[in-house]
């Protein structure tokens, strides 16, 4: 079993920056592509970004492109979400997730087996 573990989401105002973390411990047996999603009040879950086992594959939401980074240290088991130039609209419960199934990135949520409790992201105008 995986357990995923999400943390640094906090209130910050419109423009701001914030890093989001995925701490992942337990039986990672195998390489595995990681993503992030988010699911907002009254929403449907959306996916945010993606990277593959190596790092040197990674895809974005059109919301994030521009403004978010994904990035991991396979070495720490650790996945990170930067995200700069915050809008109201990125308000949202922030997810992350395994993907036992590939080594690459994908953002169909159906495809991962593991998933955080999430972490919350409010942005205030």
């Known amino acids: 079993q995986v357990q995923l573990v999400e943390s640094g989401g906090k209130l910050v105002q419109a423009g701001g920056s914030l890093r989001l973390s995925c701490a992942a411990s337990?039986?990672?047996?195998?390489?595995?592509?990681m993503g992030w999603f988010r699911q907002a009040p009254g929403k449907e879950r959306e996916f945010v970004a993606s990277?593959?086992?190596?790092?040197?594959?990674?895809y974005y939401a059109d919301s994030g492109k521009g403004r978010f980074t994904i990035s991991r240290d396979n070495a720490k088991r650790t996945m990170y979400l930067q995200m700069n130039s915050l809008k109201p609209e990125d308000t949202a419960v922030y997810y992350c997730?395994?993907?036992?199934?590939?080594?690459?990135?994908?953002?169909?949520?159906?495809?991962?087996?593991?998933w955080g409790q999430g972490t919350q992201v409010t942005v205030s105008s």
């Open positions: 337990g039986r990672t047996f195998r390489p595995y592509a």
């Open positions: 997730a395994v993907d036992f199934r590939s080594l690459g990135a994908t953002p169909e949520g159906d495809e991962y087996d593991y």
């Open positions: 990277i593959s086992w190596s790092g040197y594959s990674t």
